[in-house]
């Protein structure tokens, strides 16, 4: 149970275009989703937190406009890059949080983004 | 100061022996501990959680808690190739937000 998955696992875009990454909970629902991002050889780092049928609250430092997340329904959030830059080549990653698990988060396998 | 220190390795050691990682943190409210397990491109995987102080023992993986020093520990008995990857520890202070260590880098030489 509680698997996360991600879509697509990698992506190769041009500087500008914008890219949809999908963020599924599988076998539960998801009240809270977050999202990560990881450089090489460095830990997570939270970008925003998204509530089911609310707007993302966003970390300090974390452009809203630029990094658009949706949480439409209790198993999908999404996050939008728009106008892509090669500063924003990363590995993003999703977790979900289960009802009953306050403080646990499963993650997904994170999405490799390559900006050219 | 960062909330949560954790050496980033890179640690190597033969394969059976027992392996000890630890982390340090600052923030007196944490209260949610937890362990990952992340291999190369791949997301975390959930291994310890623990609340508050005390000892979780799941197979060959062992958790300790000391909030009196702020210290948390993972060990591995008996490692194995095949857990070699990056830890990583986490907590919360019952917030949603997770605080994330650096990650350790683990490699068990067959």
């Known amino acids: 149970g509680a698997v996360v998955s991600q879509h697509p696992s990698w992506v190769i875009c041009k500087s500008g275009t914008s890219v949809k990454i999908e963020c599924r909970s599988l076998?539960?629902?998801?009240?809270?989703m977050f999202w990560y991002r990881q450089f090489p050889k460095q830990s997570l780092m939270l970008m925003a937190t998204s509530n089911e049928g609310s707007k993302a609250t966003y970390e300090q430092g974390v452009e809203k406009d630029k990094f658009l997340i949706n949480h439409a329904s209790l198993t999908l959030s999404t996050l939008t890059v728009t106008s892509a830059h090669p500063e924003d080549s990363s590995f993003y990653i999703c977790s979900a949080r289960t009802l009953s698990s306050y403080n646990e988060q499963f993650f997904g396998p994170g999405t490799r983004l390559t900006v050219l | 100061q960062k909330e949560v220190e954790q050496d980033p390795g890179p640690l190597s050691v033969p394969e059976g022996a027992i392996v000890s990682l630890n982390c340090t943190y600052s923030n007196s409210a944490f209260q949610y501990f937890m362990w990952y397990r992340q291999y190369s491109r791949k997301g975390p995987e959930l291994l310890m959680y623990t609340y508050s102080s005390g000892n979780k023992e799941d197979g060959r993986f062992t958790a300790q808690v000391d909030k009196s020093s702020k210290y948390i520990s993972l060990f591995i008995r008996d490692s194995q190739p095949s857990d070699s990857a990056t830890y990583l520890c986490?907590?919360?202070?019952?917030?949603?937000?997770?605080?994330f260590g650096q990650g350790t880098r683990l490699t068990i030489n067959p």
């Open positions: 986490a907590m919360s202070g019952g917030a949603q937000k997770l605080v």
């Open positions: 076998d539960f629902q998801a009240t809270t």
